[in-house]
Nanobody, 120 residues
Framework: QVQLVESGGGLVQAGGSLRLSCAVS????????MGWYRQIPGNEREWVAH???????DYSDSVKGRFTIFRDNAKTTVWLQMNDLKPDDTAVYYC??????????????WGQGTQVTVSS
C-alpha cells in the first residue's frame, strides 16, 4: 500500500520560507516521479514542481526561482523548499508520486495535503 504523508505547512509572512516534507511508504520510491501540487478551494489543482527518479526537476513559472524540490531515495522522502513566499502561494499543498505509465502500477498517488498560508 503506497502512502504519502505531507508535513511542514503553516502560516508565514510574505517573503518568508517554509519547507514541506513528504514521507513515502510502500511502492518503490526510487522509481517514482514525485511532484508537488497546490489547490485553492473551488479551483483546479495546480502543478507546482516535480522531480524524476534521476533527480531531474521542473517547476511552474509561478514558482520558478523561489521553490526547490529535492529527494532522498534512502529516506524515501521528497521536500519542497519554498522561499520568498507570496500571498498567492496560499493553498493546500499535495505531494504526489507515480511510477510511470508503463509500470505495473501506473496510478498517481496523493498525500492528504498540508495547508500553507502566506499573510501580506
Amino acid at each position: 500500500q503506497v502512502q504519502l504523508v505531507e508535513s511542514g505547512g503553516g502560516l508565514v509572512q510574505a517573503g518568508g520560507s517554509l519547507r514541506l516534507s513528504c514521507a513515502v511508504s510502500g511502492g518503490i520510491f526510487s522509481s517514482y516521479t514525485m511532484g508537488w501540487y497546490r489547490q485553492i478551494p473551488g479551483n483546479e489543482r495546480e502543478w507546482v514542481a516535480h522531480i524524476t527518479p534521476g533527480g531531474g526537476t521542473d517547476y511552474s513559472d509561478s514558482v520558478k526561482g523561489r521553490f526547490t524540490i529535492f529527494r532522498d531515495n534512502a529516506k524515501t522522502t521528497v521536500w519542497l523548499q519554498m522561499n520568498d513566499l507570496k500571498p498567492d502561494d496560499t493553498a493546500v499543498y499535495y505531494c504526489s508520486g507515480r511510477a510511470g505509465l508503463c509500470a505495473l502500477d501506473p496510478r498517481l498517488y496523493w498525500g492528504q495535503g498540508t495547508q500553507v498560508t502566506v499573510s501580506s
